[in-house]
């Protein structure tokens, strides 16, 4: 009788055994043939469909920029206040050509727009990358995505509300006494977007470290082993895409190299797991 159980579960484990192999061939052979779709249609179809999703995202910013375009000055007057806070009692913004003070509003108001259709531009390159991939890469690509429109928006709120100001308050901190502070407010929304953007992306550095640990490009081993050199190319980074000031260039390696370490600490929680089934699937083998 214990015989007969035995058997009867071992094979219940071949039966679930062969489930598993069956779902995961069906999962390959679904993918393989979406793939196979894909690569027996002409290229015309895929820029077709590039083209397809490209008119959407840019109706989607026209959309938001006509409706945020009555709001241009005040946009203007959000961005600019923590340099006029900055400003000696007796100096101003300036505009040193006749289309600025038209232009500089509608191209900050252009970036807003862009800035809140990020999560749906996203969700077009998504839709036009996704058939191309298999079940398993969609699982990971959809929190990717999701983490990495959070982390967009987190840089660029720490570029204004903590960034910005500090930057400004050095430059006119340190200007000589017999000059007069007067920002242009075309040269100064150049230089708000670029530090804006620098931020924006600086955050994403968790998910490109992930992602390419997850790939298979590089390994947890070797960037622990490469954390001084990278710790070092984190401040050159940030002494090249920053103003030429000591705060601008700190507060952004300082940040690159904690978002390099989260990077590094989510990669060790999800990929652990694999050293013990590889572990789980050597025991079961030398029982059987």
Request: proline share 5%; net charge neutral.
């Amino acid at each position: 009788m214990g015989l007969f159980k035995h058997t009867k579960s071992r094979q219940e484990k071949l039966t679930g055994s062969d489930k598993e192999t069956t779902t995961d061939s069906m999962d390959k052979h679904e993918s393989t043939d979406a793939l196979s779709t894909m690569a027996d249609m002409p290229i015309t179809e895929h820029l077709i469909e590039l083209r397809r999703h490209l008119i959407k995202i840019c109706v989607a910013v026209l959309i938001i920029f006509l409706a945020l375009v009555g709001f241009s000055r005040e946009l203007y007057n959000l961005l600019s206040d923590p340099l006029v806070a900055q400003l000696p009692a007796n100096s101003t913004m300036i505009a040193t050509d006749i289309t600025s003070n038209f232009m500089a509003p509608i191209r900050l108001t252009i970036f807003v727009a862009a800035f809140f259709a990020m999560p749906y531009i996203l969700y077009q390159i998504w839709s036009f990358v996704a058939p191309g991939l298999y079940k398993k890469e969609k699982k990971i690509a959809i929190p990717v995505l999701l983490s990495s429109i959070f982390l967009f928006y987190s840089g660029v709120a720490f570029a204004y509300f903590i960034v910005l100001k500090g930057v400004l308050k050095f430059f006119i901190m340190f200007a000589p006494q017999n000059v007069l502070p007067m920002t242009d407010i075309d040269s100064y929304l150049s230089f708000a977007l670029k530090l804006f953007m620098v931020f924006g992306l600086t955050f994403e550095i968790p998910v490109v470290t992930l992602l390419l640990i997850l790939v298979g490009v590089v390994s947890i081993q070797s960037l622990e082993d490469k954390r001084r050199y990278i710790i070092v190319g984190c401040f050159a980074v940030a002494a090249v895409v920053t103003p030429p000031d000591g705060v601008s260039m700190l507060m952004l390696a300082i940040p690159m190299w904690l978002l390099f370490e989260l990077g590094l600490f989510l990669a060790k929680v999800l990929i652990k797991e694999e050293p013990n089934a590889a572990l789980s699937a050597n025991t079961a083998s030398s029982k059987t």
